[in-house]
C-alpha cells in the first residue's frame, strides 16, 4: 500500500477567469452575467468589481513566474466564454482566443500542466439579453459551439478538462452565481433552480463527449462544489435528516456524473415538491452515455444537518450567506421541512464567513467518494478565506492559512494512505482574487495582490508566508509539511 503522495502528483492551485483576469472590457471581450452582478454587489455592499479584478490579464506571465518558484505542476484556471466569443456565439474575438494560448503556451514553458475549466460562472451576457442564459435550453447548443471550438483549439496541449463549475453551487446561491431577473426571484420560481442543473448536466455531458472525441488521452470531470454532511447528533431522525441532505446537496449531481441518474430518493422529493427539471426525450441517454472519468472536488467546510419536522411551521428556504465577515452573521440555513435542515456543527471552529473548518471532512469525503464511485479525484479547490494583513515591511503573515491547508494536505495524505486515487491538490487560490460573495477583503492567495475594494492600486504581487511553505511542501512531495 502507498504510504505518501505518487511520484506524479501534481501540486499547483486554481483560480477562475471573472475573479483574477480584470480586463473586463478589454480586447474585444464583452461582459459576462458576473461583469453586471459584481457590479450590482459593489453598489449594494461595496465590493470589488470584476473590471480589474487581480489583473492577470496583465500580469500572467508574472504569476506563472511566481507558480513556478512555488514549485507548481499544475495550474488549474477557466476560460471566460465572453473573451472568445464576446455574443456567445459566432465570430470568435481573435486578441481573446490570443490570451488564453499564451496563457497555455507559457505554462507549459515552464513546466505547469494546465487543467482548464470550461465554465465558471460567467455566461456571456449577450446570451442572457437573448434569452435569459442558463434559464434557457437553448443555452445547451450555444455552450457546446463554445466548447467545441476551446477543447479542438487546445486539444494538443491540454489533457485535464474540468467542465462546469460547482453546479451544486449554482443551485443554492443562484443568484450569486447566474444572473436570475428580480421577478423571479420570489420563491414560486425555485424549479428554475434545479431546470438550470439539468440544462448544465446536458451540456457538461456534451463537454465530457467532447473531450473523450477530440482530445488525444484527454479526460474530463466536473469540478463539484462538495461538503461531507454529519448529523447534529446520534438521533436517529438526524441520522436520517444526514442521508437526505446528502442525497439532495450531494448524490444528486455525482450519481449523474458517474452513475448518468438522477439520485432517487433527491428526485422523489423534489417532484413531490413541484421542483424536478422537466426532461426530455434523449437527455438521459445523452447523460448517460458520457460519464465522468474523474471528480474534481472543491471543499472548503463541511456541513451539518438535523431533522426538521414538516408541521406547517416552516418553509424551504436556501442556504444563508454571511456578507459581512462577521463570525455568526450568517441569514439563515438551507430548510427541506420533512426532509432535512442544515444547522451549525457545534464541534468545529469557522471561518470568519461562518465557514466550520474540518480537514477531518477532507478525508472522510475523499474516501466516501472514492468507495461508492470508485474513480480518481482531484481537489481542485480548497482554502481559508481570511483578512490579511500586509505588514508595513511588505509582508504577509498568514500562519492561519498555513494552519489551514497542513490539516488538509494531511487528510488527503490518510485518504491516499487508505488507498484513495487522488491526482492533484490544486487549492483556492494561486493569487488573491474577487471572492464570489465578499469582495477582495476576503483572502484566499499564496500571493497577495496589492488591492482594496475601492481602489485597485497597481495590483502587485507580494509573495506570502504560505507562499515559502507551500515551496517546501510542493519540494518535498507533501512529505515536509511542518
Ligand atoms: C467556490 C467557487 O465555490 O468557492 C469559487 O468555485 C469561489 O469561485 C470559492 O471563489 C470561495 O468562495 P467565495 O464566496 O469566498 O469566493
Given at each position: 500500500m502507498r504510504k505518501s503522495f505518487p511520484d506524479h502528483f501534481l501540486w499547483g492551485a486554481s483560480t477562475s477567469a471573472y475573479q483574477v483576469e480584470g480586463a473586463a472590457y478589454e480586447d474585444g471581450k464583452k461582459a459576462s452575467q458576473q461583469d453586471i452582478i459584481n457590479k450590482d454587489s459593489y453598489q449594494t455592499f461595496g465590493f470589488a468589481t470584476?473590471?480589474?479584478?487581480?489583473?492577470q490579464y496583465h500580469h500572467f506571465k508574472e504569476d506563472i513566474a511566481l507558480m513556478k518558484e512555488m514549485g507548481f505542476t499544475a495550474y488549474r484556471f477557466s476560460i471566460a466564454w465572453s473573451r472568445v466569443f464576446p455574443d456567445g456565439v459566432g465570430e470568435v474575438n481573435e486578441k481573446g482566443i490570443q490570451y488564453y494560448r499564451d496563457l497555455i503556451d507559457e505554462l507549459i514553458r515552464n513546466g505547469i500542466e494546465p487543467i482548464v475549466t470550461l465554465y465558471h460562472y460567467d455566461c456571456p451576457w449577450a446570451l442572457v439579453e437573448k434569452y435569459g442564459g442558463w434559464l434557457d435550453r437553448r443555452i445547451v447548443k450555444d455552450f457546446e459551439y463554445y466548447a467545441r471550438y476551446i477543447i479542438n483549439e487546445f486539444k494538443d496541449k491540454v489533457k485535464i478538462w474540468t467542465t462546469i463549475n460547482e453546479q451544486s453551487i449554482i443551485v443554492q446561491y443562484w443568484i450569486q452565481k447566474c444572473y436570475i431577473p428580480?421577478?423571479?426571484?420570489?420563491?414560486?420560481?425555485?424549479q428554475l433552480r434545479y431546470q438550470i442543473n439539468h440544462y448544465m448536466n446536458l451540456a457538461q455531458a456534451i463537454a465530457v463527449k467532447l473531450v473523450h472525441e477530440l482530445v488525444p488521452g484527454g479526460i474530463a470531470g466536473a469540478p463539484l462544489g462538495y461538503s461531507c454532511i454529519y448529523p447534529l447528533t446520534s438521533r436517529p431522525e438526524d441520522v436520517m435528516a444526514m442521508q437526505n441532505a446528502q442525497a439532495l446537496r450531494n448524490d444528486y449531481y455525482t450519481d449523474i456524473y458517474f452513475?448518468?441518474?438522477?439520485?432517487k430518493a433527491a428526485m422523489i422529493y423534489l417532484e413531490e415538491h413541484g421542483l424536478a427539471p422537466k426532461i426530455e426525450e434523449g437527455d438521459m441517454e445523452l447523460i448517460r452515455e458520457n460519464l465522468s472519468d474523474f471528480l474534481a472536488i472543491n471543499y472548503y467546510a463541511s456541513e451539518c444537518a438535523k431533522w426538521c419536522p414538516d408541521d406547517g411551521t416552516q418553509q424551504i428556504r436556501w442556504s444563508g450567506v454571511?456578507?459581512?465577515?462577521?463570525?455568526?452573521?450568517?441569514d439563515g440555513f438551507e430548510t427541506h421541512p420533512g426532509f432535512y435542515q442544515m444547522c451549525k456543527n457545534p464541534e468545529l471552529d469557522t471561518t470568519d464567513w461562518d465557514w466550520a473548518i474540518d480537514p477531518i471532512g477532507m478525508e472522510y469525503l475523499l474516501r466516501d467518494l472514492y468507495n461508492r464511485y470508485n474513480k480518481p479525484l482531484m481537489i481542485t479547490e480548497n482554502g481559508l478565506g481570511a483578512y490579511d494583513v500586509l505588514t508595513k515591511?511588505?509582508?504577509?503573515?498568514d500562519d492561519y492559512r498555513i494552519d489551514y491547508l497542513r490539516g488538509h494536505i494531511a487528510a488527503c495524505k490518510r485518504a491516499i494512505d487508505k488507498g484513495v486515487e487522488l491526482l492533484a491538490y490544486c487549492p483556492w487560490s494561486a493569487v488573491d482574487l474577487l471572492s464570489t460573495?465578499?469582495?477582495?477583503?476576503k483572502r484566499y492567495g499564496f500571493i497577495y495582490i496589492d488591492r482594496t475594494d475601492d481602489d485597485p492600486k497597481d495590483c502587485a504581487r507580494i509573495r506570502k508566508d504560505s507562499f515559502y511553505w507551500y515551496q517546501k511542501v510542493i519540494s518535498t512531495n507533501g512529505e515536509d509539511l511542518t
Open positions: 470584476a473590471e480589474v479584478a487581480s489583473d428580480e421577478e423571479l426571484l420570489d420563491g414560486k420560481h425555485d452513475k448518468g441518474e438522477y439520485n454571511n456578507r459581512s465577515g462577521k463570525k455568526g452573521d450568517i515591511d511588505g509582508q504577509v503573515h460573495s465578499n469582495g477582495v477583503k
